[in-house]
């Protein structure tokens, strides 16, 4: 016995890895009840451990009831209810015939568990995550210490369903700045904007048959999200500045919708800015038509070039027809999973009640630091050194596109990533399967539509992928892309 005893490489304290082994072979009964443990020194010396080590391992079962200790006698193993010998019922349990309808519409959703995982040197293009690399470390440390200064035993216990009361204050001010009339709103913090959604998309009534517009494509959670949540999807083809509006009144006079789900700011998957004439003709048929606006503001804050291009929501003036869903994942530290609803005052109320019953609130010390971080001033240093970045990695692949898959037609105003539609016919999961071989991945498009079409269309992510990896693998993708199409 204790030949077994191997320390674990690592920050782990040896004497916790102690502790965890003899309390194993207790609870496996490989040590009995009332049976004399080694001396200090002697279980040392088995283990290859020092003797305090042991000492303080002792010390920790007896602490939490697996050891006792008799003065002048040694340590001994205590009575430890941990099962009879045969345990009292076993069965297995058939979980697939057990999950409900929305557990196994969730799985066949689920394109991540079935993508082409990218190998260890592979160059990967499918992630719009921003770069770690860029992360302001030391200013979110100090944040994080500030904060923990200021009020650390309050944050460290149960917060309030709505949020964090001074990001929320800092991010209404925020909103305020974007052209956003206020009077008769109010803000719900949620762990990010899939949370968001769905809280949104579980509150609303299908009165009208539980139909949603959104662009065609559009983003693949959202997708997800509708579905699981029940609503049919009807999708308006793209245009070069946004959503085909005579489409969309089309599809606005052929029946009644529950609610629109609009991406107007560096589209997801398109990367199209929406043109503010289309903003505004886009919000007159909504408030003609009496649908209710989800704006979800991805990547607002990435805007390389151009005017600043007010949200939707800032648009509908002091109107309640629009639910706007932010974040900073894509630009700050999508870790955290901070987001915001900004809404009506009284659907925020009903919201708050749905996000309280689902999760009680989201982490106070994630919502508490982020707000420290910004009210510290360095959100925006930070956005200039991260827009001067990616602006340059988006001219980078922008510039390789139009070298190597000229054939290809590129859409893409920013953001982290680029769109490109090769000639109808063309199969971009075949591409995909002859360029991971050459050690190169992607996002095929067709994940973005939700009526079969996309199949000649890819996303490109060049936020996390080094330069000479933009250079070697969009060559790569254009020379098998070109072979195929031969």
């Known amino acids: 016995?204790?030949?077994?005893?191997?320390?674990?490489?690592?920050?782990?304290?040896?004497?916790?890895?102690?502790?965890?082994?003899?309390?194993?072979?207790?609870?496996?009964?490989?040590?009995?009840?009332?049976?004399?443990?080694?001396?200090?020194?002697?279980?040392?010396?088995?283990?290859?451990?020092?003797?305090?080590?042991?000492?303080?391992?002792?010390?920790?079962?007896?602490?939490?009831?697996?050891?006792?200790?008799?003065?002048?006698?040694?340590?001994?193993?205590?009575?430890?209810?941990?099962?009879?010998?045969?345990?009292?019922?076993?069965?297995?349990?058939?979980?697939?015939?057990?999950?409900?309808?929305?557990?196994?519409?969730?799985?066949?959703?689920?394109?991540?568990?079935?993508?082409?995982?990218?190998?260890?040197?592979?160059?990967?293009?499918?992630?719009?995550?921003?770069?770690?690399?860029?992360?302001?470390?030391?200013?979110?440390?100090?944040?994080?210490?500030?904060?923990?200064?200021?009020?650390?035993?309050?944050?460290?216990?149960?917060?309030?369903?709505?949020?964090?009361?001074?990001?929320?204050?800092?991010?209404?001010?925020?909103?305020?700045?974007?052209?956003?009339?206020?009077?008769?709103?109010?803000?719900?913090?949620?762990?990010?904007?899939?949370?968001?959604?769905?809280?949104?998309?579980?509150?609303?009534?299908?009165?009208?048959?539980?139909?949603?517009?959104?662009?065609?494509?559009?983003?693949?959670?959202?997708?997800?999200?509708?579905?699981?949540?029940?609503?049919?999807?009807?999708?308006?083809?793209?245009?070069?500045?946004?959503?085909?509006?005579?489409?969309?009144?089309?599809?606005?006079?052929?029946?009644?919708?529950?609610?629109?789900?609009?991406?107007?700011?560096?589209?997801?998957?398109?990367?199209?800015?929406?043109?503010?004439?289309?903003?505004i003709a886009l919000m007159k048929l909504m408030a003609e038509y009496e649908v209710p606006v989800i704006e979800d503001g991805f990547n607002e804050e990435l805007r390389y070039s151009g005017a600043h291009a007010m949200p939707l929501i800032a648009s509908a003036g002091q109107g309640n027809g629009v639910i706007y869903l932010g974040s900073f994942s894509k630009v700050l530290f999508p870790g955290l999973r901070v987001g915001w609803v900004l809404a009506d005052k009284e659907l925020i109320d009903y919201l708050e009640s749905v996000k309280r019953a689902r999760n009680i609130h989201t982490s106070t010390l994630d919502q508490s630091v982020l707000f420290q971080y910004l009210h510290n001033g360095h959100l925006d240093k930070y956005l200039k050194k991260a827009r001067a970045e990616y602006k340059r990695k988006y001219e980078l692949t922008k510039a390789c596109c139009e070298k190597y898959i000229p054939f290809a037609r590129l859409s893409g105003d920013g953001g982290l990533h680029l769109f490109l539609e090769f000639a109808a016919g063309f199969d971009t999961h075949r591409l995909l399967a002859a360029c991971s071989a050459k050690g190169v991945i992607f996002t095929p498009g067709d994940m973005f539509f939700m009526d079969g079409g996309g199949v000649n269309t890819m996303r490109i992510g060049f936020s996390r992928v080094k330069d000479e990896d933009i250079r070697e693998g969009i060559r790569i993708i254009g020379e098998v892309a070109e072979q195929l199409g031969e």
């Open 1 to 279: 016995m204790f030949n077994d005893f191997k320390p674990l490489e690592g920050d782990r304290p040896v004497r916790i890895q102690v502790k965890d082994y003899l309390k194993r072979l207790i609870i496996k009964g490989a040590l009995q009840a009332d049976q004399k443990l080694p001396s200090t020194r002697e279980l040392g010396s088995l283990l290859g451990v020092g003797r305090n080590t042991v000492i303080a391992a002792y010390a920790d079962l007896e602490e939490e009831g697996f050891v006792y200790a008799l003065p002048g006698k040694g340590s001994y193993v205590a009575l430890v209810s941990v099962g009879a010998d045969e345990p009292a019922a076993s069965w297995r349990t058939d979980w697939s015939s057990r999950v409900n309808g929305y557990a196994r519409q969730a799985v066949e959703l689920d394109r991540m568990k079935r993508g082409i995982r990218a190998g260890k040197d592979a160059i990967s293009f499918t992630s719009i995550a921003p770069d770690e690399q860029l992360f302001d470390l030391d200013n979110f440390r100090r944040a994080f210490l500030d904060r923990m200064a200021l009020e650390g035993n309050v944050l460290l216990n149960y917060g309030y369903a709505k949020g964090y009361k001074p990001l929320i204050d800092y991010l209404m001010r925020y909103m305020e700045h974007k052209g956003v009339d206020l009077r008769g709103k109010d803000m719900l913090i949620t762990s990010g904007f899939t949370e968001g959604l769905d809280i949104v998309l579980s509150a609303l009534g299908k009165s009208r048959g539980g139909a949603v517009l959104c662009e065609n494509p559009t983003h693949h959670t959202a997708i997800k999200n509708f579905k699981l949540n029940g609503f049919e999807i009807t999708g308006i083809p793209m245009e070069h500045d946004g959503i085909n509006l005579e489409e969309l009144e089309r599809a606005l006079s052929g029946r009644k919708y529950d609610c629109a789900y609009f991406i107007p700011s560096y589209h997801n998957p398109t990367g199209i800015v929406m043109s503010p004439e289309k903003r």
